[in-house]
């Protein structure tokens, strides 16, 4: 592909190597380098004049760390004279931070999208971001993909006769709504309340899994306490089987394990929007690429096609 750049951060090199693949373009060098005072400087090491570039970072943690480093790329390409330069981004961490439900509180949603115009960012290119009003915090435009034909072609696989796909809460039943679309199911979804100490308690299913095979579906997988209480509750509603989704499968701390070690749970799949360190010891657990959409979306931005048109 001519005039076009591709960079990648320290986050999730596998995945924009995977993606320069499909886009048979070369994955331009980079260098990353950290002071004695804890300061990072990055270099770009190709050349950036007059070049369509694009930053692929996911926000995965270290978050604070990899979203330095994509502000100091986005300044290093603008400086060098770059024509645009596009914020590729599979996971957006800040997008939970999407409103004020307390005193006095940030909204990071908001600031990580004014930090990255700021730093020189014209477009954004991201995937099933946590809130869809997100989208209208940036000042440049915004692709936002999500997942559903991936996930929708694996579970093909299987008979879906019996299948119902369930939300954990009322939030995501939009979304868990269009992907049972796809794979002509019903929808359920739970209610699902959050308390101060982060402790989640889902009340009832609204919906009937008795006896149905059930796709939950959501957006990321962190700690696992949302799925861990829904997997109970899908259990006291006597459902036959159970398989996890999700597009962020970010597994913090044991998380993957716990939900591996649960006998209801059958199979739990992901993406790889991030990496995932203990996918190699878990055997319940399926990880999907994303990476053939997002290059089709890079490559479709390049040369001024519809993204839209992708989902």
């Known amino acids: 592909m001519n005039g076009i750049t591709v960079f990648s951060g320290t986050a999730h090199e596998a995945f924009a190597t995977e993606v320069c693949a499909h886009l048979r373009t070369p994955l331009s060098p980079s260098h990353l380098q950290r002071f004695a005072t804890d300061c990072m400087q990055v270099q770009l090491q190709e050349n950036c004049r007059q070049q369509d570039v694009f930053l692929i970072q996911p926000l995965s943690p270290p978050t604070q760390e990899h979203l330095m480093e994509l502000l100091l790329m986005a300044d290093a390409a603008r400086g ?77 696989q299987y008979d879906l006769s019996n299948a119902v796909v369930v939300s954990p809460d009322l939030g995501g039943a939009k979304d868990a709504a269009a992907f049972a679309r796809l794979l002509g199911t019903p929808v359920a979804a739970g209610a699902k309340q959050r308390f101060p100490d982060d402790k989640v308690v889902i009340s009832s299913i609204i919906g009937d899994v008795a006896g149905k095979d059930v796709i939950v579906l959501d957006d990321e997988i962190a700690k696992g306490s949302t799925m861990i209480e829904l997997v109970q509750r899908l259990r006291e509603h006597d459902a036959r089987s159970i398989r996890l989704a999700c597009t962020h499968g970010l597994f913090s701390s044991d998380a993957l394990a716990r939900l591996s070690a649960l006998e209801d749970v059958a199979e739990i799949v992901c993406t790889n929007t991030v990496p995932i360190a203990a996918a190699g010891s878990a055997p319940k657990l399926k990880v999907l690429s994303v990476a053939p959409a997002l290059a089709e979306a890079i490559r479709r931005i390049h040369n001024g096609e519809s993204v839209s048109a992708l989902f």
Not at 93 to 117: C, E, T
Request: proline share 5%; aromatic share 8%; glycine share 6%.
């Open 80 to 156: 060098a004279s770059a024509s645009r330069i596009t914020a590729v981004i599979p996971f957006y961490a800040y997008a939970r931070s999407d409103k004020k439900d307390a005193p006095r509180i940030s909204i990071g949603g908001r600031l990580v999208a004014d930090l990255l115009a700021t730093a020189g960012i014209n477009r954004v290119l991201t995937m099933a971001l946590h809130s869809p009003q997100v989208h209208g915090f940036f000042s440049v435009p915004v692709d936002h993909l999500h997942a559903r034909n991936e996930l929708a072609g694996h579970f093909r």
